[in-house]
């Protein structure tokens, strides 16, 4: 456990709150792994234990009021625990040993009753990772919001779309980042499926699973136990051999990572001299290059890169804890792991707002790109006009040559179609320059960005 995170109260029963929202804050997520987030959540799980085990008869009603108004970090100073900690190497029993000194008589001898170190510390993580999620799920919402904002702005700003590095057809700005809200939207469907998993797996269940020394009424302490926490119905399988629910949680945070590391790629590569379409925004006073002052070099874009080649290598770490041995083990020790991905998957989402609210969007020089092909990008609309006047595999060779044409010459696309008489026998001039400007966008191009907008709506699910 790290240091330095002072909590104030039960972190356990603020996630039991319906309507308890969670900042998309790096910091806060960060205080569910030190010592005293994390020492206040096992607290709070030993603690809703004993109700469980109290409501159900397995324990004295005395000795479960007194392990829960006593489950309180300041009763379990870190310096104790380090001191414990160093003689008897064991986490679960250094932080009981100091506990036990604020304990009543009764307290002290039911707490951690039955139970095994493995299901209070695999029931916190999932505790965490609830949190965590929840977090990130905000964090997302930031980033839809920021990306709604654009695409509203951008709906009818028309730039390049490129294929395969080369100019294909004129898009939209708005258009390219509807995709990304698609895409966030799905990835918060997908963190609430996740989650749903996750408030399933508090466990209760014993050294291996089978509820061995946890009594006759081990099961209904087990459901009870879960409800305290404000967690669903446990699973009835013990998922302690197999961890698949924080393998899948590394999955998808992985996953987003990606789509991260796309969009992080994507803006570096628009800022870039020679595109020069968008600027990241920069406070005054930063500094691109020691030695060449006029540089405005990318840094949020490289960070987004760089985390979609961490996190899902964090990811994998979780992935392999699923070949575990026998019924557990714990020669992988994902704890820290989790720690690591929860941060960084937090803090990167929160960094990707700041670079979407501050983006720079040059309008000019996207038109001005498009025009690097002097209007062939356009030869899709020429094509298809004609089709209207000739089969449309003639109209398709037709644009062809009118092509070459072009290129032989060295003249613009506009005029090397009004100097063939085989094209201005259907479209006059009037009619190929409204072809030809990348200013017409068509109404589903632009529909387009209003649908995803609509239907991703204020929850960022689409529908």
């Not at 557990?328 to 937090?346: L, Q």
Request: hydrophobic share 45%.
């Amino acid at each position: 456990m790290t240091r330095g995170f002072r909590a104030c109260g039960s972190i356990v029963a603020s996630l039991a709150l319906p309507g308890a929202a969670m900042a998309c804050s790096p910091g806060s997520v960060r205080g569910l792994f030190e010592y005293d987030g994390q020492t206040q959540i096992i607290l709070d799980v030993e603690a809703a234990m004993a109700r469980a085990q109290a409501r159900h008869g397995v324990i004295p009603q005395e000795a479960a009021d007194d392990i829960s108004s006593k489950a309180r970090v300041e009763l379990v100073p870190e310096e104790a625990f380090d001191a414990q900690y160093d003689i008897v190497q064991h986490r679960m029993v250094a932080l009981l040993k100091v506990w036990r000194e604020a304990l009543d008589p009764m307290g002290d001898q039911y707490v951690h009753y039955g139970a095994t170190t493995v299901d209070i510390y695999g029931t916190a993580t999932m505790l965490q990772v609830d949190r965590a999620i929840e977090m990130l799920d905000n964090c997302l919402a930031e980033n839809i919001a920021a990306m709604t904002q654009l695409a509203q702005d951008h709906a009818q700003t028309p730039m390049i779309g490129r294929t395969l590095g080369q100019h294909a057809q004129p898009i939209t700005f708005g258009k390219k980042v509807s995709s990304w809200i698609g895409e966030y939207a799905r990835h918060r469907q997908r963190l609430a499926e996740l989650r749903a998993r996750v408030r399933r797996s508090a466990i209760l269940k014993g050294a291996v699973g089978n509820y061995s020394g946890l009594g006759d009424k081990a099961i209904a302490v087990e459901a009870s136990f879960a409800a305290e926490l404000g967690f669903d119905p446990p699973y009835a399988a013990d998922w302690n051999g197999t961890r698949d629910v924080l393998a899948e949680y590394g999955l998808v945070l992985g996953l987003i990572a990606r789509s991260h590391e796309r969009i992080g790629q994507e803006v570096f590569l628009l800022m870039g001299t020679d595109i020069g379409e968008v600027s990241e925004g920069q406070d005054d006073g930063v500094v691109g290059s020691s030695s060449m002052p006029h540089k405005r070099n990318p840094q949020v874009p490289e960070r987004l890169i760089h985390a979609g080649r961490t996190i899902p290598r964090l990811a994998e770490v979780l992935g392999d804890d699923v070949v575990n041995f026998f019924e557990r083990d714990n020669t992988s020790r994902p704890a820290r792991v989790v720690e690591e991905i929860s941060i960084e998957s937090v803090s990167t989402a929160r960094a990707l707002t700041g670079l979407l609210a501050g983006l720079e969007v040059d309008s000019a020089q996207m038109l001005e790109n498009i025009q690097k092909t002097r209007g062939f990008a356009m030869s899709q609309r020429i094509a298809f006009a004609l089709a209207d006047h000739m089969p449309r595999v003639d109209a398709e060779a037709l644009v062809k040559e009118v092509i070459e044409a072009a290129y032989t010459n060295d003249v613009p696309f506009i005029d090397a179609l009004l100097a063939d008489p085989r094209v201005t026998r259907h479209l006059d001039a009037g009619a190929l320059e409204g072809l030809i400007d990348p200013a017409n966008i068509e109404t589903p191009a632009i529909e387009q960005v209003r649908r995803v907008i609509a239907e991703t709506g204020e929850t960022g699910a689409e529908q």
